[in-house]
């Protein structure tokens, strides 16, 4: 449980499991139809656009996926013509907490998948049928859900354990050379994946409480990754590895600077898309 102090400060700590959901941003063409057609969440562009997964984790920022962080991606993903599908796997959160007390909710329990859906306004899919030859790139918000549902970084840092889609999602889009984008706490499921990979949490020091989780760059490490620092409106791009991230809520700022720096996110991952 050490590492959950390092993880998350004493927010982090009641953080709980988020449920990843998968959904498209906008109706594709029959022939691109992989999944149900409850995956098609909205007509965004008449355009063919970069066929892009996102990886939900929950709904909430203690026990699942940050739902400003999933909006934003979900805004620029439009704004940039893709054609987005959302994803999160099938199975029980780590806990539930109460995001009025910032405490878990003792004897609850809920499902990823079944919380994301919320996010995903229904059009989602199980991360199970996520592959990679059926898009061009992948997106993972942040929240408690990635470090707690999707990963076991939240209680064992660096010795965690990621789940196994995730893994196999990750390790297939790197494998393919597409592009794949994390913030907030996100990145350390990268970290623990891709050996060596580039990517970035944020500052490594507190600044008076700007960076509330300076720890977090020192498990990176211990990951055996290479932590960049960068503010929050700035991304890191590991042009080898294809990944790209963003500090996004790791820091106590205002919400329209995450928003920007989450675009120049997005903006680089379907320039990477294309190439």
């Given at each position: 449980?050490?590492?959950?102090?390092?993880?998350?400060?004493?927010?982090?700590?009641?953080?709980?499991?988020?449920?990843?959901?998968?959904?498209?941003?906008?109706?594709?063409?029959?022939?691109?139809?992989?999944?149900?057609?409850?995956?098609?969440?909205?007509?965004?562009?008449?355009?063919?656009?970069?066929?892009?997964?996102?990886?939900?984790?929950?709904?909430?920022?203690?026990d699942g996926t940050e739902i400003h962080e999933a909006s934003a991606i979900l805004v620029h993903l439009s704004r940039g013509g893709a054609d987005v599908q959302i994803f999160a796997p099938d199975t029980s959160q780590m806990h539930v907490v109460d995001h009025t007390k910032g405490q878990p909710s003792e004897g609850d329990t809920r499902n990823v998948l079944t919380e994301s859906a919320r996010i995903a306004r229904g059009k989602i899919a199980d991360l199970a049928q996520l592959r990679a030859a059926d898009h061009d790139a992948a997106i993972f918000p942040g929240g408690f859900g990635a470090a707690k549902n999707?990963?076991?970084?939240?209680?064992?840092?660096?010795?965690?354990?990621?789940?196994?889609?995730?893994?196999?999602?990750?390790?297939?889009?790197?494998?393919?050379?597409?592009?794949?984008?994390?913030?907030?706490?996100?990145?350390?499921?990268?970290?623990r994946v891709l050996h060596g990979v580039e990517v970035t949490v944020g500052h490594e020091q507190?600044?008076?409480?700007?960076?509330?989780?300076?720890?977090?760059?020192?498990?990176?490490?211990?990951?055996?990754?290479?932590?960049?620092?960068?503010?929050?409106?700035?991304?890191?791009?590991?042009?080898?590895?294809?990944?790209?991230?963003?500090?996004?809520?790791?820091?106590?700022?205002?919400?329209?600077h995450i928003h920007d720096g989450i675009g120049a996110m997005v903006r680089k991952v379907l320039e990477l898309a294309r190439k």
């Open positions: 449980m050490a590492a959950l102090g390092v993880l998350v400060a004493p927010r982090l700590a009641a953080a709980s499991v988020l449920a990843p959901l998968p959904s498209r941003l906008r109706l594709l063409p029959p022939s691109r139809q992989a999944l149900s057609p409850r995956a098609a969440l909205h007509c965004s562009s008449p355009r063919p656009g970069a066929r892009v997964a996102v990886v939900l984790s929950g709904c909430g920022v203690y999707l990963s076991t970084f939240a209680v064992d840092g660096k010795d965690c354990k990621v789940n196994r889609d995730v893994e196999r999602v990750l390790k297939e889009f790197h494998g393919a050379g597409k592009p794949i984008g994390l913030c907030c706490i996100a990145p350390v499921l990268a970290a507190e600044e008076g409480g700007k960076w509330p989780y300076p720890g977090t760059a020192e498990a990176i490490r211990a990951l055996g990754a290479k932590h960049c620092v960068k503010d929050v409106t700035e991304v890191h791009v590991d042009q080898k590895n294809k990944v790209v991230t963003t500090p996004a809520f790791m820091c106590e700022t205002a919400l329209h």
